[in-house]
C-alpha cells in the first residue's frame, strides 16, 4: 500500500522558517520523483518544488531561493525547507510522488497547513 504522511507545518511569522516532512512507502520512494504542492483558499493547487530520483530539482518562480527541497532516501523521507516565509505563502502543503514515465501514476498525502500570520 502506497502512503504518504506529511508533518511539519504550523503557524508562523512574517520572515519566519518552517520544514516539513513527507515519508513515503518504501515501495515508491527511490523512483518516483517527489514534490511538494500547495493550495491556498480559492486557489488552485500549484507546485512548490520536485525533486527527481536523480537529484534533479525543479522551483516555481516564487520560491525565489527562500525554499530547498532534499530527500534522504535512508528514510524514505522527503523534505521542504522554508525561509523567509511571508502571507502569501499560506497554505495547505501536500506531499506529492509522481512516477517518471506513467502518466497519471501519482499520490498525494494528507496536507499539512503553513499559517503565515503577524
Known amino acids: 500500500q502506497v502512503q504518504l504522511v506529511d508533518s511539519g507545518g504550523g503557524m508562523v511569522q512574517p520572515g519566519g522558517s518552517l520544514r516539513l516532512s513527507c515519508a513515503a512507502s518504501?515501495?515508491?520512494?527511490?523512483?518516483?520523483?517527489m514534490g511538494w504542492y500547495r493550495q491556498a483558499p480559492g486557489k488552485q493547487r500549484e507546485l512548490v518544488a520536485t525533486?527527481?530520483?536523480?537529484?534533479?530539482?525543479q522551483f516555481a518562480d516564487f520560491v525565489k531561493g527562500r525554499f530547498t527541497i532534499s530527500r534522504d532516501n535512508a528514510e524514505n523521507t522527503v523534505y521542504l525547507q522554508m525561509n523567509s516565509l511571508n502571507i502569501e505563502d499560506t497554505a495547505v502543503y501536500y506531499c506529492?510522488?509522481?512516477?517518471?514515465?506513467?502518466?497519471?501514476?501519482?499520490?498525494w498525502g494528507q496536507g499539512t497547513q503553513v499559517t503565515v500570520s503577524a
Open positions: 506529492n510522488a509522481r512516477h517518471p514515465g506513467l502518466r497519471g501514476v501519482e499520490y
Open positions: 518504501r515501495t515508491i520512494f527511490s523512483s518516483y520523483t
Open positions: 525533486i527527481a530520483s536523480g537529484g534533479y530539482l
